[in-house]
């Protein structure tokens, strides 16, 4: 995918999920994605990642893919809807394999509607399997908060220290899942100013939050969206989860936003647990696929929505 794609490409994404979710019974209609966008920040993140097919000069179909370090996963990925089911999708799966291998990715993942056998048998035939649900879970806020301490923004963090922090965020997320590293997150989220990092801890990082914030990124309109929210093994986890979702809330809310989007792998219980009783409600439930085992440990306090 080139940069005069993104266009053409956001096009296909958004007619084939709006054709497909017009087929999901009891889906309460509205406008698509909230006004969140997927395309333009992945593609700088990641453009090796990013794959189009196409049919006499148009693009019909797209896939993006990232690797967080050793994580390797994709999505949104599309097929313009009078093009599905000619094996499209297949042929742009495999170089987003491809590209995986060159990343030398251990773990591959992804997120997909949990009721459809057509997605599952598609990803099936590319060594994903299905695992526990994803909630992706949300929160209204209500009555007067108090603003977040600018200590705790990796944004207003002294130029010179920012390398001793990705150091140190590698180092955390790399303790949970060997090799699990999303820097380039971080980097693409502050360099592109689609939202904020906030972290917590003295000389080591006891956690740490990406959050996007509309307009321009993947949060939905009116919405603060975590994308990525760990803790490290180290900590009291319930405790200091509760401590960064405090502050995304007070994030939100001191940025305008009154809504706080939390996606968490209901696999990671104890998380998830959490979650549910900082007055968090289900939204909505994608499936985890993966391809093997491994980061399935119920403890870990991760939120690593896939989408
Ligand atoms: C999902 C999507 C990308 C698939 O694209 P596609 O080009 O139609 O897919 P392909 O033709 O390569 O493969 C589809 C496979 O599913 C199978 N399939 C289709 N309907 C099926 C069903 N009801 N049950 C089981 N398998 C089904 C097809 O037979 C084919 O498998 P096969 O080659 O083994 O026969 C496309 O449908 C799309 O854009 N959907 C809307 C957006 C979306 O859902 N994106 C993915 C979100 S995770």
């Not at 990082?205 to 929210?229: I, T, W």
């Not at 986890?237 to 996606?263: F, N, T, Y």
Request: hydrophobic share 40%; net charge neutral.
């Amino acid at each position: 995918m080139r940069r005069e794609d993104l266009k053409e490409a956001w096009a296909v994404v958004q007619g084939a999920f709006a054709h497909y979710l017009e087929t999901v019974p009891g889906r309460v209609p509205g406008p698509l994605f909230g006004g969140a966008r997927y395309l333009p920040h992945r593609w700088e993140m990641e453009p090796e990642g990013c794959f189009v097919a196409e049919a006499s000069g148009r693009i019909v179909g797209a896939n993006i893919a990232v690797a967080w370090g050793s994580c390797g996963l994709f999505g949104p990925m599309a097929v313009h809807p009078e093009f599905q089911g000619k094996g499209i999708a297949q042929k742009l799966l495999e170089p987003t394999m491809d590209f995986f291998r060159s990343r030398e990715v251990r773990l591959r993942g992804l997120v997909t509607f949990p009721h459809s056998t057509a997605h599952i048998h598609l990803y099936q035939k590319f060594g994903y399997r299905p695992k526990n649900l994803v909630a992706v879970t949300s929160k209204n806020l209500s009555g007067e908060m108090p603003p977040l301490d600018p200590e705790y923004l990796l944004s207003r963090q002294r130029q010179s220290t920012e390398d001793q922090w990705r150091n140190e965020f590698r180092s955390l997320t790399g303790s949970l899942c060997e090799g699990l590293d999303v820097t380039k997150e971080i980097e693409a989220t502050h360099a592109l100013r689609v939202g904020e990092t906030i972290f917590m801890g003295g000389s080591r990082v006891a956690g740490l939050a990406v959050c996007h914030l509309p307009p321009g990124s993947e949060a939905p309109l009116g919405n603060l969206y975590v994308k990525f929210l760990t803790v490290s093994i180290r900590e009291d986890g319930p405790r200091v989860l509760g401590q960064l979702l405090e502050a995304c809330e007070r994030l939100a809310w001191s940025r305008g936003l009154r809504r706080v989007i939390v996606p968490v792998y209901t696999g990671y219980w104890a998380a998830y647990q959490t979650v549910l009783a900082r007055g968090y409600t289900i939204e909505r439930l994608l499936l985890r696929m993966k391809s093997s085992d491994e980061g399935e440990d119920p403890r870990l306090f991760l939120l690593d929505d896939w989408r």
